[in-house]
């Protein structure tokens, strides 16, 4: 990651938006990454348009002129906490569907978790894995402020993995962010207590619980010597009992990132996606980091094409 990285930032307004932001300045302060603030409006309805096109033409400059304030803003405050690159722009659709199509060229989305109406209501209600199930680089969401807990600067970090021996996406990508950020590296595999094909169809049948863990620490030491490779990065590991979700929202409230990836062979990250994500994402005391399964970075790129307009 270097000068090349961007970060897209989901932006309504809300103060949940703002601390997106601030999260991204303060990264981009580490990487020298330009940010991009988006906000989306609604387009007039079909109906009323066709009542009357000169009503349906007020109606979407009002609500663009809103939101390009809303970019004013965001970008105003990201300049203020030392992004030195920081731009943004107004697009009209629905949040998730503009943020996956803004992925396809960004290296990292960031939103807030609650929003007036925004982007993250919409990626925690109705369609609440559209964005990290379908965008094309990570995505992190950053929860309320709660007791004052601060999410930055970044110094302890936790990643959910599945045991295997191959490096997942997210452990690779955590890896880097602890590189990005000095911070302290912890990975975590899952492993149910109550063992068997209709828990964890991945492992073998009848395979004891003591063999199990001891076979996952194994398939751990093995992805993360892979991994972190020569950089000399310090990865606590532990295979742990209990679900998922609960073992991430409770490491939770220790680190300041959490990072998981979109599916794997079983474990934490294989059912991650499902209404364990959407739990993660809504209880998580600090920022969430989505990593696609497939993400393998991106190398360097001309401007993308919403710089070049």
Known sequence: MGSTEVIVVGVDGSTESIAAVTWASHRSVRTGARIHCVCTYALASYSAAALDDGYAVLDDEALQKGAQQVVDEAVAHATKHGAKNAAGSTQPGDPAGVLIDFSKEADLVVVGSRGSGGFADRLLGTVSSALPAHAKCPVVVVPRHTSGKKFTPVERIVVGI????????????????????????????????????????????????????????????????????????????????????????????????????????????????????????????????????????????????????
């Open 162 to 309: 599945d045991g295997t021996e191959a490096p997942s996406s997210a452990l690779r990508r955590s890896v880097e962010e602890a590189q990005t950020w000095g911070a302290r590296l912890t990975a975590i595999s899952a492993v149910p207590i109550a063992v068997g094909p209709a828990v964890m169809a991945w492992t073998p049948t009848g395979i004891d619980h003591s063999a199990l863990l001891a076979q996952v620490r194994e398939g751990m030491d093995k992805a993360i010597a892979e991994a972190v490779g020569d950089r000399g990065i310090n990865v606590a590991r532990h295979a742990l009992d209990g679900s998922p979700a609960s073992l991430l929202i409770e490491f939770s409230t220790a680190v300041d990132l959490v990072v998981v990836g979109t599916r794997g062979r079983g474990g934490l990250a294989g059912v991650l996606m499902g209404s364990t994500a959407q739990t993660v994402l809504g209880h998580s005391t600090c920022p969430v980091m989505v990593v696609p399964s497939t993400h393998l970075g991106k190398a360097e790129q001309v401007r993308p094409s919403w710089e070049r307009r």
